[in-house]
């Protein structure tokens, strides 16, 4: 590494960037069971287990709910289709729930299984590296004592946006396991409303939010790959321009970049749902 400080400013900033995007890489594709060890995987099992007794309540509850509503009188009940449909429903209903971790992980892993195909085909199974451009290290290194101060302040600018955008990207990642361990440890309340037909869709929009949440992992990981081709082909750096004006031309449109893919990130969530017309 430049023994310039302004180099050195500008290089720990870009190797924050590229450790947490190689941290959110290895993340996408860490199932819950072993994210932090299994610890919280484990927490959540026996919240699971626990939040159960109240969904086979509730699955009660809605059955008899589904049944008045859905059966004009209780002749209809004692009808043979209608008597099948009602215990299929409710058997099919125990089952989701008393199943429902091993469902949910299931899909995940479905999930997970596409990330790794868009991250196979695309040819970058690891994330590739932000670095500076070796003529702009150079110019600034040739730089006078007067000539780097406003070196100084645009260094110290940029490197703070870039390294608050790292927290932020890796903030986001960490939020879809949380996100991911909540619809897991609560799943059995309202997956009980599949016991009844009036109640059903809540338990349909649960399903479609939890795949939902299991998308974002694609999302993050498209965005990535696209701003790893960005990285690929950096921003042109003009060598006849001063180090002030090549430098800022290079972290302006590095930060543009950044800034995109930070955002698409965040809006994940967004994304997959219109695209699932939640």
Known sequence: MSDNWIVQNLQNALDTWNAKITEIWSLVLTSPKDFKGGGIWTAIENVNSAVQAIGLALLVLF?????????????????????????????????????GMELMLTLFNIVQSTIGTIMTSAGLET???????????????NCGFWESIPLWAVTLIGGLFITVMSFIMILTVYGRFFKLYMYTALAPIPLSTFAGEPTQNVGKSFFKSYCAVCLEGAVIVLACLIFSLFVTSPP???????????????????????????????????????????
């Open 63 to 99: 059955f008899v709910i589904g049944v008045v509503k859905t059966c004009g009188s209780f002749a209809e009940v004692k009808k043979p289709e209608h008597a099948v449909k009602l215990f299929v429903r409710f058997i099919l209903a125990k089952a989701v729930i008393t199943n």
């Open 127 to 141: 994330a590739t590296q932000t670095v500076l451009p070796d003529e702009m290290v150079t110019a600034i290194e």
């Open 236 to 278: 042109m750096v003009a060598t006849d321009a001063s180090p002030v004006t090549m430098t800022w031309a290079y972290i302006g449109e590095l930060i543009f970049n950044m800034l995109v893919l930070v955002g698409t990130v965040k809006m994940s969530d967004r994304i997959i749902r219109e695209m699932m017309g939640l």
